[in-house]
């Protein structure tokens, strides 16, 4: 009767054995290819288009739309192996969920990211994963991190364009010539406020900005949202 106890005992425990062995087995195998889809997309590079079925119409985006946003926040858009971030779970989560309903292997994978985020070959937003769909069409993977901060934006408007930096000079000139005082502008302590020498000295602000705009901008290697959304180089 023992012995017979012990052989039905031994056989759970074997029976046991081998759904812990099928479990391990299992996930070692979905770690696995949560490994590979790392890799796919550190080492994504060049244009694909991915077909799936029932795409998000919320989550799919024209390239002209992720131009703008890199423009206003100072963004870049390039390669996935161009990132040097890590990979969240919940990104590969959703890259699982998207290849289920694609025809084949995600390809192609892109990064919306401040240039900090990525290798750029000479050198607080979060990144946001795309892989493109077609007819300059991307559709967002997943996105992690912090939302955009307006404030990011408000720095960033200068960098948009020339005319965007111009207006900047303009506008600081302006505010210098309106709140200085009239005993800094002029010895005529009769002199009203507005007169020749409150123009005068907006000019004067005007040159004074411009020219130390034009230094920094060189000398710290400035370029233009719109010439560096989606640039592999740092200047």
């Not at 056989?11 to 696995?32: C, F, S, T, Y």
């Not at 005068?200 to 000398?219: D, H, I, K, P």
């Amino acid at each position: 009767m023992i012995r017979q106890d012990r052989e039905r005992m031994e056989k759970i425990l074997l029976g046991q054995a081998d759904v812990l062995n099928e479990v391990m087995h299992i996930l070692d195998r979905e770690q696995r290819h949560d490994d590979v889809l790392r890799a796919m997309v550190h080492s994504a590079s060049g244009h694909h288009v991915n077909r799936i079925a029932r795409p998000d119409p919320d989550r799919v985006f024209h390239v002209d739309a992720l131009r703008e946003v890199c423009m206003k926040y100072r963004l870049r858009f390039l390669d996935a192996s161009l990132f040097k971030g890590e990979l969240p779970n919940e990104a590969i989560y959703r890259i699982r969920q998207l290849e289920s309903r694609a025809e084949g292997p995600l390809r192609g994978f892109k990064v919306l990211a401040p240039a900090a985020r990525f290798k750029l070959c000479d050198s607080d937003a979060d990144p946001l994963l795309f892989v493109p769909v077609g007819e300059d069409h991307y559709y967002l993977v997943h996105r992690w991190g912090r939302d955009m901060s307006p404030w990011r934006g408000l720095v960033a408007w200068p960098f948009r364009s020339v005319v965007h930096l111009a207006t900047m000079v303009l506008a600081a000139a302006l505010l210098l010539s309106m709140v200085m005082p009239n005993w800094l502008i002029t010895t005529d302590v009769e002199a009203g406020w507005w007169g020749a020498h409150r123009v005068l000295f907006f000019f004067w602000c005007t040159m004074v900005c411009a020219s130390f705009t034009v230094f920094g901008w060189f000398a710290f290697f400035g370029s233009f949202s719109r010439d560096d959304w989606n640039s592999r180089h740092f200047n």
